[in-house]
């Protein structure tokens, strides 16, 4: 028989993405809703092998909704990946009664709950929040709406300067190992090509496409670059060698960074989170544990850690398709 939870700790870890504080939000006021205590966990697993708690209320949580980045901060931890560290961040939960935890983050988050859960039967519900949509379990990430919103109004900036000066830009977004974000905004700005880690496109191709570009009469161009693309060691490579090999081009790069993670959350990611958080509060009140909650086929679902963390979010083929019809 499961044991009552009484008190629920929430952290956000890893890189921050939009939404985070509305799930926090939501979190917590679902506690309040079933007169359940709520500990935040400041700077995620380092701050739970430090203590460093505060009690949440439903008046705590007021007007974050709009915010971005994570009212808890959020952090990398070394040495919660030891043994001893782990037993540290028991050893504090134990002590201030809290009962259970929800985590928001990706898979490094989901990795150590896992491990968690597996050496001391700790009650753990994940959160997929991550702008790069790349967490197996469900169709969206928290933070992936905006990041793409916060995209295609910046291409949309770059292009007028492009169209301007005649000029070839190269715009780089996150994405490490998947191309969720350079394929939708590419699609959705319009770029004329769009590079993916997922698929190799070649030097040999973009030249070529670069150059039917030219012939059909455009004089400015947009290519959006996954950062994990293989094509080139980097962005800035890859510019050089096709400004050698198409001099008609003035060639400039654009690396986004950062400013895709920031900013205020769009309208569907302040609902996601918030029905993602609502879900993760009741799921540990039922007894569950080990389990992510995501958003599939417009339904809130659920997945094993272990598979969330483990599986693949392949990208969508069709849009691919649709990739390959219209940028041209």
Same mark, same amino acid.
């Given at each position: 028989?499961? $044991?009552? *939870?009484?008190?629920?700790?929430?952290?956000?870890?890893?890189?921050?993405?939009?939404?985070?504080?509305?799930?926090?939000?939501?979190?917590?006021?679902?506690?309040?809703?079933?007169?359940?205590?709520?500990?935040? @966990?400041?700077?995620?697993? !380092?701050?739970? *092998?430090?203590?460093?708690?505060? #009690?949440?209320?439903?008046?705590?949580?007021?007007?974050?909704?709009?915010?971005?980045?994570? @009212?808890? #901060?959020?952090?990398?931890?070394?040495?919660?990946?030891?043994?001893?560290?782990?037993?540290?961040?028991? #050893?504090?939960?134990?002590?201030?009664?809290?009962?259970?935890?929800?985590?928001?983050?990706?898979?490094?988050?989901?990795?150590?709950?896992?491990?968690?859960?597996?050496?001391?039967?700790?009650?753990?519900?994940?959160?997929?929040?991550?702008?790069?949509?790349? *967490?197996?379990?469900?169709?969206?990430?928290?933070?992936?709406?905006?990041?793409?919103?916060?995209?295609?109004?910046?291409?949309?900036?770059?292009?007028?300067?492009?169209?301007?000066?005649? +000029?070839?830009?190269?715009?780089?977004?996150?994405?490490?190992?998947?191309?969720?974000?350079?394929?939708?905004?590419?699609?959705?700005?319009?770029?004329?090509?769009?590079?993916?880690?997922?698929?190799?496109?070649?030097?040999?191709?973009?030249?070529?496409?670069?150059?039917?570009? #030219? +012939?059909?009469?455009?004089?400015?161009?947009?290519?959006?670059?996954?950062?994990?693309?293989? @094509?080139?060691?980097?962005?800035?490579?890859?510019?050089?060698?096709?400004?050698?090999? &198409?001099? !008609?081009?003035?060639?400039?790069?654009?690396?986004?960074?950062?400013?895709? +993670?920031?900013?205020?959350?769009?309208?569907?990611?302040?609902?996601?989170?918030?029905?993602?958080?609502? $879900?993760?509060?009741?799921?540990?009140?039922?007894?569950?544990?080990?389990?992510?909650?995501?958003?599939?086929?417009?339904?809130?679902?659920?997945?094993?850690?272990?598979?969330?963390?483990?599986?693949?979010?392949?990208?969508? $083929?069709? &849009?691919?398709?649709?990739?390959? @019809?219209?940028?041209?």
């Amino acid at each position: 028989m499961s $044991k009552k *939870i009484k008190k629920i700790g929430v952290m956000t870890s890893g890189g921050d993405a939009p939404g985070m504080n509305a799930a926090i939000r939501a979190i917590v006021r679902a506690c309040s809703y079933y007169n359940v205590e709520c500990v935040g @966990i400041y700077r995620g697993y !380092q701050g739970m *092998i430090e203590g460093d708690f505060v #009690k949440l209320t439903a008046r705590s949580v007021h007007n974050i909704i709009n915010k971005g980045g994570t @009212i808890l #901060k959020s952090a990398r931890s070394k040495e919660f990946r030891t043994k001893e560290g782990r037993a540290k961040a028991y #050893k504090n939960l134990t002590a201030a009664n809290i009962d259970a935890l929800v985590l928001i983050g990706g898979d490094g988050t989901f990795t150590g709950g896992m491990v968690f859960n597996s050496e001391y039967n700790f009650p753990c519900i994940g959160i997929p929040g991550t702008i790069d949509n790349d *967490i197996f379990g469900t169709n969206y990430t928290v933070g992936y709406d905006t990041a793409l919103n916060t995209v295609v109004e910046a291409i949309d900036k770059i292009r007028d300067t492009a169209s301007s000066h005649n +000029r070839l830009f190269f715009v780089e977004v996150m994405g490490r190992d998947a191309g969720f974000i350079a394929l939708n905004t590419g699609v959705g700005a319009g770029a004329e090509e769009i590079l993916i880690p997922e698929e190799d496109l070649g030097l040999d191709r973009l030249l070529e496409s670069l150059k039917r570009s #030219k +012939r059909s009469g455009k004089s400015s161009s947009i290519v959006v670059v996954a950062e994990g693309d293989k @094509i080139g060691k980097n962005v800035f490579e890859l510019a050089n060698y096709v400004e050698e090999n &198409l001099q !008609q081009y003035e060639v400039r790069v654009s690396v986004l960074g950062h400013m895709q +993670r920031g900013g205020s959350p769009s309208c569907f990611d302040r609902v996601l989170a918030s029905r993602l958080g609502v $879900k993760a509060v009741e799921l540990l009140l039922d007894g569950e544990k080990n389990l992510m909650v995501g958003f599939i086929n417009n339904k809130v679902d659920t997945t094993d850690l272990e598979k969330a963390v483990k599986g693949h979010h392949t990208i969508n $083929k069709e &849009l691919l398709r649709v990739s390959d @019809i219209i940028t041209m």
